[in-house]
């Protein structure tokens, strides 16, 4: 079965893609109109810069971090790249975990819980998939193997 050339070819694969747009996407928004990016974090966007507030700069860092971190993901899941994949589930888990933290903690505005959820549930996504795909594999090569030996 051929697959169209430019799609993730795992379920595992789809997460990643999924998430790198949406990251990458939302990279781009926080460079056009940091305004916007802020606002749906629910920060407050800062009408004059005071001296010593470089907000736009950790806007325009994160924003960028974003971007790079959306491209390589979806580079990763057109590779089915699947170490990389696996690699990502306990990061992103405990990305989650600082950004609740920090949510509960008072340190971000409840609006931020947004972030954490969405690293979680991709990062859930993301392990289930590797998981199922994974059973799939052994399940595959033990009935091949009895087909063989008998």
Known sequence: MTRPVGLPRSASGWTMAVFGVL??????????????????????????????????AFVTASSMAAVNM?????????ADWRAFFRWTVPFRLLTCTVFTVAV???RAPEAFIGV?????????????????????????ARSRVRTETT
Do not use: C, F, N
């Open 23 to 56: 990251a990458a996407a939302l990279g781009t928004v926080g460079l056009v109109s940091p305004a916007a990016q802020l606002s749906m974090l629910g920060l407050a966007t800062p009408g004059e810069r005071g001296s010593g507030d470089h907000t736009s």
């Open 104 to 106: 509960i903690g008072g």
């Open 116 to 140: 954490g959820v969405w690293e979680g549930l991709g990062a859930v996504a993301t392990g289930v998939a590797l998981l199922h795909e994974r059973r799939a594999t052994t399940k595959a």
């Open 70 to 78: 959306g491209v390589y993901y979806v580079l990763a899941a057109l």
